[in-house]
């Protein structure tokens, strides 16, 4: 079979014209291995009016006559694209124009992405990565169009730019034999795989072989952040008993790759989205409460004047109005941004060292009481509340809600924030150092999460709280309107009924981000269960195939939200340059410290993680 490279993404055409053109294209559909796929719809971007779908044994024919679209003069008609060295400049863009640009090597897999905002001079520069040698396509979007150039690559800081008519002799003879002129691409979908997209060079072809990759599978994509708030929306919901008491006894921290119905386990990373829903509902269920979702009979609406984002949301008939001031760098942007969870809307960086204003981020506070009052423990009290009645839900899942409210309007005015929306961080101490874990887990928009100091109920596991009791444990959690009311009833001798334990809160958050700060002289946040958990979750990440994006340390000699070793700056600043600045030389690979300094430490807390950790984590395909 004709094997014709297929390019993850899409392309939008804009019409001026339209032909009748006959077309006879057939091949087959496969997946990585080599199995035939069925059910994948195909259609052409260029021609109207022809699409199929592959038949059981994958194999397709988009035959017949359609309408050509002829493409016109667009908003990037006239963007001039170039490259000098190592970086990448677009100009002549129409002033205000947000847009993406994507670069896809030879076998479809998206190496680079970064969205830009509009700006005054549409001018846009950019860090090529370092490209394997071959060809490469490059994506330029702006509002609904696109164009693509190819790109070729020598190595290191040699690359070219083949079909433009800046190329010079010495990229004309390196590419004469080796780029075709396509005059239109199929475009194959498919639930739960990435889409391909394959150039044709005419009309009339046979024996073409499309290879699609699954979602998060080699070849596939594993993106760094998600442009929805929960991609496992559409997976089937988990049926769960009606109490902690009914489940049976697991003394072990819960198997995270072991699917709720208690006998499959994952084979493959494309199987975590559905995962990760199944324990994102039992979280909810039994810890935090219903985090609700807007529904098309919501409305939000977002405005950004004076520094101020004002988010306004109606739900039922009642509305409540949400604020977040942001502090915003000079200059053209985009610009990564972090959300400090507290009780204040001012820009913050929370009880982290000021790593941001130095490196070009912008700041943001998110006012937790707007939502819910943080310290006045009665249930159900707050505007959350005049929107979701229902109070059984905790503190926690109301905060989540109106974060990700927050999140809504940034995107909604991105253009005039100049906020890179792929580049988001949370942040939060104590109380808030929960909230900005269950944030995080909770929302997939969040390419960092930083918890701090975040103890019982946070990262910390209650199984390993239970075995030491006294501290931030199951016990008083109870009645706090933090969490769900449920919990309350759920003792330290209960906590092995529990169907999950927060090393599977933290890692809600893969394969995104995080890297968790502790403090081991603080007892009652019961540091050891919080490093335990932590060692279970990584092997989350591991068997993801993105063990660097995951990390902590707890080190001890400082007071509660007071200060940030030295050890925690240095990793937390990797994570931020990796994470919010896209230096890929950053090293956040093995960060996994525990210092314990005080000696009053419980002697029960050097018990091996034998106990709690019993299950090895699968090689995921």
């Known amino acids: 079979m004709k094997k014709v490279p297929a390019i993850a993404g899409s392309i939008v055409i804009f019409v001026s014209a339209l032909f009748a053109e006959p077309v006879s294209l057939s091949g087959m559909v496969k997946d990585a291995d080599g199995t035939a796929l069925a ?13 199929v779908v592959s038949n059981a044994q994958g194999v397709f024919s988009l035959a017949g006559t359609g309408v050509r679209k002829v493409q016109c003069a667009s908003v990037l008609s006239h963007a001039r694209i170039r490259i000098s060295g190592t970086r990448l400049f677009i100009s002549s863009l129409p002033a205000g124009s947000p847009g993406s640009i994507a670069i896809f090597s030879s076998d479809g897999r998206r190496v680079a992405f970064l969205q830009f905002q509009g700006n005054d001079n549409g001018l846009v520069t950019a860090a090529l990565p370092q490209l394997t040698p071959g060809l490469h396509l490059l ?52 639930t739960g795989y ?78 975590w989205k559905c995962r990760r829903a199944e324990i994102n509902a039992i979280i909810q269920k039994f810890q935090l409460g219903t985090k609700p979702e807007l529904t098309s009979e919501d409305n939000l609406t977002a405005d950004f004047s004076g520094g101020t984002l004002t988010v306004k949301v109606t739900h039922g008939g009642h509305s409540i109005t949400l604020t977040s001031r942001l502090s915003i760098p000079s200059g053209t942007g985009p610009f990564p941004l972090i959300i400090a969870l507290g009780m204040s809307n001012s820009p913050s960086n929370g009880s982290l060292p000021d790593l941001f204003s130095s490196n070009n981020i912008a700041k943001a506070g998110f006012d937790a009481t707007q939502l819910a009052p943080q310290s006045d423990g009665t249930r159900g009290k707050g505007n959350f509340f005049k929107l979701y ?156 195939g993105v063990p660097d994006r995951m990390g902590f340390g707890y080190i001890g000699n400082h007071g509660h939200c007071s200060d940030v070793p030295a050890g925690n700056k240095k990793d937390l600043e990797a994570f931020v340059k990796k994470f919010l600045l896209g230096d890929k030389s950053a090293n956040t690979s093995n960060i996994a410290v525990w210092t314990n300094v005080k000696s009053s430490m419980p002697t029960a807390f050097t018990a091996s993680t034998d106990k709690y950790i019993t299950w090895d984590a699968p090689e995921l395909k």
């Not at 195909?42 to 109207?48: D, G, H, P």
């Not at 060079?201 to 073409?208: A, G, P």
Request: aromatic share 6%; net charge negative.
């Open 39 to 51: 059910g994948v719809s195909l259609s052409l971007a260029k021609i109207e009016g022809l699409s």
């Open 389 to 544: 009645p229902d109070k059984t839900v905790g503190d926690y899942a109301a905060w989540a809600w109106g974060f990700s409210r927050i999140v809504d309007g940034i995107f909604k005015t991105a253009a005039q924030t100049k906020i890179d929306t792929t580049k988001l961080a949370v942040t939060g101490c104590s109380w808030a150092g929960k909230g900005a874990l269950m944030l995080g887990a909770l929302d997939e928009r969040i390419a960092l999460t930083l918890p701090q100091e975040s103890g019982g109920g946070g990262e910390a596991a209650w199984r390993v709280m239970a075995d030491n009791t006294g501290m931030e444990d199951l016990e008083h959690a109870q009645g706090v309107a933090w969490y769900a009311q449920s919990l309350k009833d759920v003792k330290n001798s209960m906590a092995k009924n529990c169907p999950w334990d927060n090393h599977e809160l933290l890692a809600l958050v893969a394969p995104r981000a995080v890297y968790v700060i502790g403090n081991p002289d603080m007892e009652y946040l019961g540091s050891k269960a919080g490093y335990i958990s932590c060692l279970a979750a990584k092997e989350v990440w591991k068997a993801l």
């Open 139 to 190: 994506r330029l979007t702006a509002g609904e169009q696109s164009v693509i150039r190819t790109l070729l690559s020598q190595g290191i800081s040699e690359t070219h730019l083949i079909n433009s008519t800046e190329q010079n002799a010495v990229t004309s003879s390196l590419t004469k034999h080796s780029t075709v002129t396509a005059v239109d691409t199929i475009r194959a979908t498919k």
């Open 194 to 271: 990435v889409d391909a997209l394959v150039p044709v060079d005419s009309y009339n072809i046979k024996d073409i072989e499309i290879v699609m990759h699954k979602e998060g599978e080699p070849g596939g994509e594993l993106p760094l952040v998600y442009g929805v708030e929960n991609t496992g929306a559409a997976c089937q919901k988990p049926t769960l008993l009606a109490k902690v008491a009914d489940y049976p006894v697991v003394t072990n921290l819960p198997d995270p790759f072991l699917m709720a119905d208690g006998k499959t386990r994952m084979t493959t990373r494309a199987q």
